[in-house]
């Protein structure tokens, strides 16, 4: 039995190469918006319309970058993670283990976007509840966002050198 | 209270449980890569399974429900709601990181 890609890692292919690099701009972007929306929270005075705008482009980029992320997956599960082409549960399992987590982090705070988006717009007319719980959820979404960004970078740093 | 973010709330505490409990039962269907190049891979298979894929698409199908549940709740709903949000995702966080550290990480 053989496998003719037996010895590659995630950059295999150009089109993986491309899907990689497409994923870390849009992460970029998501995490450029993700960050200015929960700046503007830790201010005393937010501007409820910037508020929202950042909202609003977080709601764009992050399910995008998420979506590229899922593109990707097959390959990094089969070229980078799985034996017997993929070498990553071998080598560093603690890594796989760091990447499942951000796996599961980013859905959580996929799903817990439409809550910030709704919270933003809706900011000047939040009771007292509304707006503490808000500000948590902004930490704590921009917290898994943070986490999912220095652990995929890690992977695919460990992957490439 | 906001219905809308009563929603959203309600949506989320659907999802946690849901999303865990098919990682719990293994729900992962199975999906035909997207990417060429993993066609000539005979083990694992021609096809691979993609749990996240999957769970995600079940938790958000109750999520959807949830949502559309918690707008039609009673606006005083709204402070139950915001407490229990942290209840679920504490729990869910514990069960969904502890998994994976166990799994992965110590052993």
Known sequence: MS???????????????????????????????????????CRRRVPRPVLARYAK??????????????????????????PPIGVLEATSRWAVGLFEIKEHLGTLALVMLPWLVLSARAYDRLSRLERINYIIATWVFTIFVYYAFISGGLVTAIESF | ??????????????????????????????????????HIVEPPGAHIAVKFVGSALVGIVAGIVGFLAGRSLPENSGK??????????????????????VTYILH
């Not at chain 1, 037996?6 to 995490?31: D, E, K, M, Q």
Request: hydrophobic fraction near 60%.
């Open chain 1, 3 to 41: 496998y003719p890609m037996a010895s590659v890692g995630i950059f295999s292919t150009p089109l993986v190469w491309v899907l990689l690099l497409v994923h870390l701009l849009i992460a970029v972007f998501a995490l450029g918006a993700v960050t200015h929306h929960w700046w503007l929270l």
């Open chain 1, 57 to 82: 482009w977080m709601a764009i980029s992050y399910p995008l970058a998420l979506v590229a992320g899922v593109l990707i997956y097959p390959s990094y599960n089969v070229l980078v993670r799985k």
């Open chain 2, 1 to 38: 209270m906001n219905k809308s973010i009563n929603g959203a709330i309600l949506g989320l505490i659907l999802f946690l449980p849901t999303y865990c409990l098919c990682f719990w039962f293994g729900i992962m269907p199975k999906f035909y890569p997207l990417l060429g190049e993993v």
């Open chain 2, 80 to 101: 139950v709601l915001h407490v229990l949000v942290w209840v679920t995702m504490i729990a869910a966080g514990t069960y969904l990181i502890g998994r994976e550290t």
